[in-house]
């Protein structure tokens, strides 16, 4: 049974935008804390995003530095990850994932996992 399913990505020139979704079953999207990892070629995965415990309360790693944004649609059962000013460097495969323990930048938290949707920038 499929849990997270990730769209939206695609190829974008450097400076450009994406946004990534995360269609999520309603027990996952209800009951765990939602997050962004991405692993680039030759890589290990590294965190991007994530929600907190408490509601509103979100996370990003320092090379986002105010570039993305995740936000949520209760009525979809959807998360999203907005990026903009995109660079060469954020060419990766995006996963969302959800985790009900743990630390919010560690993958291990994370139970359910996406199949990922590549993203590829342009110089």
């Known amino acids: 049974q499929v849990q997270l399913v990730e769209s939206g990505g695609g190829l974008v020139q450097a400076g450009g935008s994406l946004r990534l979704s995360c269609a999520a079953s309603?027990?996952?999207?209800?009951?765990?804390?939602m997050a962004w990892f991405r692993q680039a070629p030759g890589k290990e995965r590294e965190f991007v995003s994530a929600?907190?415990?408490?509601?509103?309360?979100?996370y990003y790693a320092d090379f986002v530095e105010g570039r993305f944004t995740i936000s949520r649609d209760n009525a979809k059962n959807t998360v999203y990850l907005q990026m903009n000013s995109l660079k060469v460097e954020d060419t990766a495969i995006y996963s969302c994932?959800?985790?009900?323990?743990?630390?919010?930048?560690?993958?291990?938290?994370?139970?359910?996992w996406g199949q990922g949707t590549q993203v590829t920038v342009s110089s």
């Open positions: 994932a959800a985790r009900n323990w743990g630390d919010y930048s560690t993958d291990t938290s994370y139970t359910y």
């Open positions: 309603e027990s996952i999207f209800n009951n765990y804390a």
């Open positions: 929600f907190g415990w408490s509601l509103g309360r979100t």
